[in-house]
């Protein structure tokens, strides 16, 4: 079982790997209509779980406490569902599931802002 940090950090990697392939893809056919689901994919996806997983690396306590595995599958769950949702709605489909996904992101942020205040950072208090 890989530990909490290599988790976010391996899924924010597997994130940026499809987002820039999206992006490729995007520029080769010079089509840019979905281009807020690619940016959402990579700063929901990418930058915001890095920086979640450079968090719990560097704040053992933090990792190893009841609520980190959670709070990683809370924010896969937000990324999985978000950036779906954002395409539906791109493409006239419905808002609920962009929705859905809007209000995990903020739930998985507010997890984040609690363990942060929980925990420290690194050995900050
Ligand atoms: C191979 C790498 C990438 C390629 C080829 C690529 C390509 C593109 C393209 C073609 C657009 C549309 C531009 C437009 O219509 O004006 C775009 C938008 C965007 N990209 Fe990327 N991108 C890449 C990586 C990234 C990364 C790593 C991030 C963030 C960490 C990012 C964030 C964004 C954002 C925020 C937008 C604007 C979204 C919007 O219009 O709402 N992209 N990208």
Do not use: D, R
């Given at each position: 079982?890989?530990?909490?940090p290599?988790?976010?950090l391996?899924?924010a990697?597997f994130?940026?790997?499809?987002?820039?392939?999206?992006?490729?893809?995007?520029?080769a056919?010079?089509?840019?209509d979905?281009?807020?689901?690619?940016?959402?994919?990579?700063?929901?996806?990418?930058?915001?779980?890095?920086?979640?997983?450079?968090?719990y690396a560097?704040?053992?306590?933090?990792?190893?406490?009841?609520?980190?595995?959670?709070?990683?599958?809370?924010?896969?769950?937000?990324?999985?569902?978000?950036?779906?949702?954002i395409?539906?709605?791109?493409?006239?489909?419905?808002?609920?599931?962009?929705?859905?996904?809007?209000?995990?992101?903020?739930?998985?942020?507010?997890?984040?802002?609690?363990?942060?205040?929980?925990?420290?950072?690194g050995?900050?208090?």
């Open positions: 079982m890989k530990s909490v290599t988790m976010f391996a899924t990697a994130f940026v790997l499809l987002g820039m392939i999206w992006g490729i893809q995007m520029s056919t010079g089509n840019h979905l281009s807020p689901a690619h940016g959402h994919l990579n700063l929901v996806g990418f930058v915001t779980m890095s920086v979640m997983g450079i968090y560097l704040t053992p306590a933090a990792a190893a406490s009841k609520w980190a595995w959670p709070h990683y599958f809370l924010a896969l769950g937000a990324v999985v569902i978000l950036v779906p949702g395409v539906m709605a791109l493409t006239g489909k419905g808002e609920a599931l962009a929705k859905a996904g809007s209000v995990l992101s903020v739930v998985s942020v507010v997890a984040f802002l609690a363990m942060i205040l929980k925990f420290g950072f050995n900050q208090k």
